[in-house]
């Protein structure tokens, strides 16, 4: 027991500063990062801990190289076309328009984006139509209900790295545990969504999100996780644009991130152009771990279009420099709380922390320890807002409680994914951040009352889903 103590310790540490306020989930995550390692290097040979750091590190640039170009391509597209998702005038009615922001578009631009860009593109069409303020918010998050497949799926890719497990494995787990999750988004839609119901809308709203779930398996089988989001949001959004045309109605347009989409497919799905540009440049960090091939990485593409975009533009060179600066220091935060819990999990690694929690679980509950896997991924996904810190944070050890409890780590890796995920939907900053966008700083605990059904539905799921299993 006293060897579990010390080394879970820097993750109490990290969970004790965030709940009593002591400071920053920023700081929390880096001071727990810097403590598990400090530990380490008195426990364990020091080559050990420094190969902890170096792969935590690593794997954290995965998602690190993304969340910064990522920023950097928002800010230049938005200030671009700073209307980009205001409806024009003469589209559809009014819950078709709604029902396209939150389940098409809003997934669409956070698959190829990230970061809750899908919930604010949400917002400027619902704000667009007149729906009432707090429960806009909650309809815009609900955009969020596919978070595993955000900013081109890092934190899937994160989760399978740390657990070495592969990607398309985890993304088709992940996919299918996803059904159940966004048809409960999808009733809450049909509550929240004002005007009449009607029979005809709702069988075709659930037979679009039945669509749009049936592509998401489909292209995370073929192993196009990283792009699954996009494949599947983009395909029956763009279905959904020539349907309204056919009808004389103007669809949204998702303009430069459409653009970028396309391009992204392109080079992952056509034969040869992602293995050329793998040869071109390769940069290897130890046999264990993947590859960065920068030009077959996404973020070197965001850069491009991004300031592509914004010189085609017009955008004046001094304002693309200033906005690229403030999107970086924006980046500093979901950077710093990525890189933070990632070493922390691997710092608490190597000090043998997950075998040791595993054990005391599996002696306290026996079989029935999987069922708090579902808890922990909440509580993660929830305390830091992103689903690739808490992965960072948790994945290594759902991954051993699955294998020990019920004998599958593969689904508690899902467990900790899609739960994760959807929790991040109801963080502090997820909600400061829609809140924000429509003037409703104050208004926080408002919204998150009203995702309260959304998130308990979530631990129902999985609950069910791991006793099935």
């Known amino acids: 027991m006293t060897n579990l103590l010390i080394s879970i310790s820097p993750l109490l540490l990290a969970l004790a500063l965030i709940v009593f306020r002591r400071t920053s989930i920023t700081n929390a995550g880096l001071i727990g990062a810097t403590t598990s390692l400090i530990l380490a290097c008195v426990n364990i040979e020091v080559t050990e801990v420094f190969f902890a750091l170096t792969r935590g590190l690593w794997i954290a640039w995965l998602a690190v190289s993304i969340i910064m170009s990522g920023l950097i391509f928002q800010r230049l597209a938005l200030i671009a076309t700073p209307n980009a998702f205001i409806p024009p005038e003469g589209s559809s009615d009014e819950r078709k328009q709604a029902f396209t922001a939150i389940f098409l578009l809003g997934v669409f631009v956070e698959s190829a984006s990230g970061f809750g860009l899908g919930a604010v593109a949400a917002v400027s069409v619902l704000q667009a139509r007149g729906i009432a303020s707090a429960r806009l918010a909650a309809l815009a998050l609900l955009s969020l209900a596919l978070v595993p497949w955000g900013a081109l799926a890092i934190g899937t890719i994160i989760a399978a790295e740390l657990t070495g497990t592969p990607r398309s494995i985890i993304g088709v787990e992940s996919a299918i545990l996803s059904v159940p999750i966004l048809g409960a988004a999808l009733l809450l839609f049909w509550i929240w969504v004002p005007g009449p119901l009607s029979l005809k809308a709702m069988f075709r709203e659930a037979g679009t999100v039945a669509a749009l779930l049936a592509l998401l398996w489909a292209a995370n089988f073929a192993g196009f996780v990283d792009i699954a989001g996009i494949l599947a949001a983009g395909a029956v959004f763009a279905f959904s644009a020539v349907h309204d045309r056919l009808r004389g109605q103007i669809p949204i347009n998702a303009g430069i991130f459409g653009v970028f989409a396309l391009f992204i497919v392109a080079i992952r799905v056509i034969p040869g152009i992602t293995e050329t540009l793998h040869g071109l440049w390769l940069i290897e960090h130890d046999k264990g771990l993947p590859a960065f091939a920068p030009l077959a990485h996404p973020s070197i593409w965001l850069l491009v279009f991004g300031f592509g975009f914004a010189c085609f533009k017009g955008v ?128 926080e605990t408002e919204i998150l009352r009203l995702l309260r059904p959304f998130g308990a539905a979530v631990l129902a799921i999985a609950w069910i889903a791991t006793a099935l299993t």
Do not use: C, D
Not at 397 to 423: K, P, R
């Open 316 to 443: 004046p060179i001094q304002k693309i420099i200033h906005t690229s600066k403030s999107a970086l220091t924006a980046a500093y935060v979901p950077v710093a709380v990525t890189i933070g819990f990632v070493v922390l999990g691997q710092g608490m690694s190597a000090l043998g922390a997950q075998e040791a929690a595993v054990s005391v679980l599996i002696n306290i509950s026996g079989s029935g320890s999987a069922y708090f896997a579902p808890i922990f991924a909440a509580i993660a996904g929830w305390l830091t807002g992103s689903n690739a810190a808490a992965h960072g944070m948790l994945a290594e050890f759902q991954a051993t409680l699955g294998a020990a409890s019920a004998g599958n780590s593969v689904h508690a890796i899902a467990i900790q994914n899609v739960v994760a995920s959807a929790y991040t939907m109801l963080s502090p900053m997820r909600i400061a951040l829609v809140a924000s966008a429509l003037s409703l700083v104050g208004k």
